[in-house]
């Protein structure tokens, strides 16, 4: 890989190839940042390159982007980056050898993120993502290499920008280059010690930005004003903002079964109840949380709603979250609300590896790989029902993110189970 050392350039930094080649600079010496162990990526590039191994890749490209089911994806898992300047980026992960982190930007931009990255990072240059990768295979005597291309989100199970594939297929026209799907899930979904440490940040994160919105909700208040009260808690620790679904409805004239994924200029009024979902992340972790809010004391049949179905209904389902308990188990107990008279949104609980993913249960369908099935410690899983009134009319999402433990489940987003109220 062509670079230039820092005493070439110094001198001539309005040079763009100088610019966008430069290593070793002098600039942010004393930047910190919250990362994880050596240790603890070494297991995670041993792993990656064991099931290498097993599919008989020579060389693995790991995306990741910003968009809310990328979240930076293997990418990130591999790097400690996280991404927003570009569709994607790459994590290069050779059977053996030093892996390379291939950044969007050029200069101070790659070289603060030299600071932060765990791998060797090395500039795209404006968007040459295969020129880039193609030099750094080739000066390792790589280009007849068969490259396996990680899905950049196991969602919706999307890829990388077709023109990066034709790319990099005419500049390494011996090499065999093939999309691999379902890579990262598995070796993910089990959360490592260190790992566990970072999601629970991100779950006191969540229950700051739920206090915070507690906190700001009164009559003349908007929508959108709750979604910078929440969005600031998180910032000002360090977090990332995944999503903030916020809506709110007349408790006594409601109309409104979940959250406003668009938070509006919808004024609050007393009697109003506010339906929530939040994610928050702390270094590509994230956890979520949802607990209605009362703007003013609940109204009877709300409060009644909340104490007789809501509430009990998640604690009959929380219940079969331990080690050794099933999926099925769990679909099973969300009969509940049906049973006591009401409804539900579909969706009763799902996985998070860096973002919502795989297991995804609800009433009607259940959808996990075969390893998951029974819960093992470590995995990640956001239990969340959303009872709805049985003429459809107001829903009560409540949701909280638990890790399954050795002997049960702890709650990342731990909070008193209460329906909250906003005074003034």
């Known amino acids: 890989m062509k670079t230039f050392p820092w005493s070439s350039v110094a001198h001539r930094l309005d040079n763009r190839e100088a610019y966008g080649r430069l290593v070793g600079s002098p600039w942010f010496p004393d930047a910190e940042y919250a990362t994880f162990s050596a240790a603890e990526f070494e297991r995670r590039y041993a792993a990656t390159r064991a099931k290498m191994a097993r599919l008989g890749i020579d060389v693995l490209l790991a995306p990741g982007g910003p968009h809310h089911w990328s979240f930076g994806g293997g990418m990130l898992w591999l ?28 200069g101070a931009h790659v070289e603060a993120t030299r600071r932060a990255a765990y791998p060797t990072v090395y500039s795209a240059r404006g ?41 990099l297929s005419e500049l390494l026209p011996q090499a065999t280059i093939e999309l691999i799907p379902h890579f990262f899930h598995e070796l993910m979904y089990l959360k490592s010690a260190e790992e566990r440490l970072f999601v629970k940040k991100a779950g006191d994160l969540c229950v700051q ?35 903030l679904i916020i809506g709110s409805t007349p408790m006594d004239r409601p109309a409104q079964v979940f959250g406003n994924p668009r938070p509006s200029h919808r004024v609050l009024k007393e009697g109003d109840i506010i339906l929530n979902e939040l994610a928050a992340g702390y270094q590509g972790y994230t956890a979520q949380i949802g607990i209605p809010i009362c703007v003013g004391e609940p109204t009877p049949r709300v409060r009644q709603f909340f104490d007789e179905v809501v509430l009990p209904g998640f604690l009959h389902m929380e219940r079969t979250l331990y080690p050794g308990g099933t ?54 899983l956001m239990l969340e029902p959303c009872p709805i009134t049985a003429d459809g009319c107001l829903g009560m999402f409540y949701g909280h993110t638990y890790i399954v433990t050795e002997d049960g489940a702890e709650c990342m987003t731990s909070m008193p189970h209460e329906l909250l109220v906003a005074r003034w």
Not at 128 to 156: M, N, P, V, Y
Not at 337 to 356: E, N
């Open 79 to 106: 790097s400690g980056h996280w991404n927003w300047h570009a569709a994607v980026e790459y994590v290069v992960v050779p059977a053996e050898g030093e892996p390379a982190l291939i950044y969007s930007q050029v």
């Open 127 to 167: 968007g040459k993502f295969s020129e880039t990768i193609a030099e750094f295979l080739i000066s390792r005597g790589l280009q007849q290499a068969r490259i396996g291309i990680a899905e950049s989100d196991w969602q919706f199970h999307e890829y990388v920008p077709v023109n990066h594939v034709e790319k």
């Open 209 to 243: 930005a739920l206090l915070a919105i507690r906190d700001r909700a009164r009559p003349g208040v908007t929508e959108y004003e709750l979604k910078a009260a929440a969005a600031k808690a998180i910032l000002e620790e360090d977090g990332i903002i995944d999503f």
């Open 327 to 380: 999926l099925k188990a769990l679909q099973e107990s969300g009969k509940f609300f049906r049973d006591h008279g009401a409804q539900s949104r579909p969706i009763l609980l799902h996985g998070i590896d860096l973002v919502s993913n795989s297991p995804h249960v609800g009433l009607d369908e259940l959808k996990a790989y075969e390893y998951e099935q029974v819960m093992k410690p470590g995995a990640c």
